[in-house]
């Protein structure tokens, strides 16, 4: 069974960087998605980025464009999500998931294929 860890959450002030990072373990995941999600306080849970293993396509939301950047770092065997400017509405648990292998839609299919998710790792933005 595939399990997830995220870290690299903190505190920082408003125009600070993050980076969080997403380790795997157990069975190897290849030609799969992955992705960043994030629970924001009076929000419901959106997803942030995603990377396909299967050829390194990944895709940011819009509204986050320019400010983070999704990479897998294929060494260490993790997901990373680089996060600048950060500002106080990005405050909030951000989650690593993954869906199973053959799935390549990773962002259209964001609401319905990932079904194995880390425990989160807390981001605080103080103004």
């Known amino acids: 069974q595939v399990q997830l860890a995220e870290s690299g959450g903190g505190s920082v002030q408003a125009g600070g960087s993050l980076r969080l990072s997403c380790a795997s373990s157990?069975?190897?995941?290849?030609?799969?998605?992955m992705g960043w999600f994030r629970q924001t306080p009076g929000k419901v849970r959106e997803a942030v980025a995603t990377f396909y293993l299967g050829n390194g396509y990944s895709y940011v939301a819009n509204s986050l464009k320019g400010r983070f950047t999704i990479s897998r770092d294929t060494l260490r065997n993790t997901l990373n999500l680089q996060m600048d400017s950060l500002k106080p509405e990005d405050s909030g648990v951000y989650y690593c998931?993954?869906?199973?292998?053959?799935?390549?839609?990773?962002?259209?299919?964001?609401?319905?294929?990932?079904?194995?998710w880390g425990q989160g790792t807390q981001v605080s933005v103080s103004s």
């Open positions: 157990g069975p190897t995941i290849r030609n799969a998605c």
């Open positions: 998931a993954t869906g199973p292998s053959g799935q390549r839609d990773c962002w259209r299919d964001r609401d319905t294929i990932y079904h194995i």
